[in-house]
């Protein structure tokens, strides 16, 4: 199903990047029951739409007005311009980054609960910098990924805050904005990595210490590189594996790519502490996407969560990706639990596939 039914009336989404055979609408009822509330409720022309997913809310909210969107995804992102494409509309906004300021006071704010509660946390202080004093913020989620501690959490943040009425299993909160800043979120935090304390910004995975399968990787990973290789530290999160490689090969090219802005963000801290001399890229993107470079190393960790979606299909996206992004002789390096068998999906792709390492939990392999 493609049709999404809205307040204005309809429109054809698709989730984004494509799939064949899809199975997952690119909407749920916490969209629709935003929507529904900014019809019912709304104090002005203008919103603020944060965390949109495939599109659904930015695009059905311009229906009513002019549209603001922030996030930290750029699939989110990129899903929300190509539907914005199938539908033919026009006036779509350039999103704003985590640490951008609003060109304008919103009138609401429409917003998806995120999965993560650090990212959440950090939003809710920077609209309340943001936004004036009163104006109206709705969160809504599905019931079965909503935080407990998400009303508590506004409180603290914006002053108040109250669950209303849930919907077809979508549950909305309201809250009014403060007008200036009540709390601190802790964010960045800082983790121990090889090389010292690393920053991690808020909604960046392994916020609080250096992840496991990180670790086992950062064991795997080459001694020395032919001067001038180019490598590609793909989803790099806090940046800590290309990091290691840098330090390890100081006269090697990274690139640093990440989907998520603060990730991004984050390496760039990160290699501006310990490599500042470096001659370090970054790349905000679906994998390497529009990245028009070849490597000679790539580095992967992929994840197999996608949103609350789990699956291989991101991990199979960035597999494609790296294939046709190495050099001749160059190869992937990748790490996975064990219980994904990426061993099966690799030796599709690639023409000789060898572990470098293994325990109870993970597997590295090299591909070439």
Not at 75 to 101: H, I, M, S, Y
């Amino acid at each position: 199903m493609t049709v999404f039914e809205h307040p204005w009336g309809t429109l054809v989404l698709h989730r984004w990047p494509r799939r064949r055979r899809e199975t997952l609408q690119a909407w749920d009822n916490a969209d629709r029951y935003l929507l529904d509330t900014l019809k019912a409720r709304a104090k002005g022309a203008t919103s603020l739409v944060v965390n949109d997913q495939q599109g659904a809310l930015a695009l059905g909210a311009m229906h009513h007005g002019p549209v603001q969107r922030s996030g930290d995804s750029f699939v989110a992102d990129l899903a929300c311009r190509k539907n914005r494409e199938v539908n033919q509309l026009d006036g779509l906004p350039e999103p704003l980054w985590p640490f951008d300021t609003l060109p304008a006071p919103p009138d609401q704010v429409l917003m998806r609960v995120p999965k993560s509660l650090a990212l959440l946390e950090w939003q809710l202080q920077w609209l309340s910098e943001q936004l004036p004093v009163g104006a109206p913020v709705w969160l809504a989620g599905m019931d079965k990924h909503l935080p407990r501690q998400l009303v508590p959490m506004m409180q603290q943040y914006l002053g108040n805050g109250r669950a209303e009425l849930g919907w077809k299993k979508a549950r909305l909160f309201s809250a009014e904005a403060p007008g200036e800043r009540l709390a601190v979120a802790p964010y960045p935090t800082e983790v121990e990595g090889p090389m010292g304390p690393l920053t991690v910004h808020a909604g960046v995975f392994a916020q609080q210490q250096l992840d496991i399968g990180a670790r086992f990787f950062l064991a795997h990973l080459p001694d020395s590189l032919p001067a001038g290789a180019r490598v590609a530290d793909l989803g790099c999160g806090n940046g800590v594996i290309g990091l290691a490689l840098l330090q390890a090969c100081p006269d090697s090219q990274l690139v640093f790519c990440d989907e998520s802005w603060l990730a991004l963000q984050s390496a760039r801290d990160n290699v501006a502490r310990y490599c500042p001399e470096s001659a370090s890229e970054f790349h905000l993107g679906d994998g390497l996407v529009g990245c028009d470079e070849r490597f000679d190393l790539i580095l992967l960790n992929p994840p197999f969560h996608d949103g609350y979606v789990v699956g291989d299909h991101v991990a199979r996206r960035l597999f494609r990706q790296s294939k046709q992004a190495l050099n001749a002789g160059g190869e992937l390096r990748v790490i996975g639990n064990r219980h994904l068998s990426y061993h099966k999906l690799l030796g599709k792709l690639f023409g000789k596939v060898e572990v470098l390492g293994s325990n109870q939990k993970f597997v590295v392999w090299r591909c070439s």
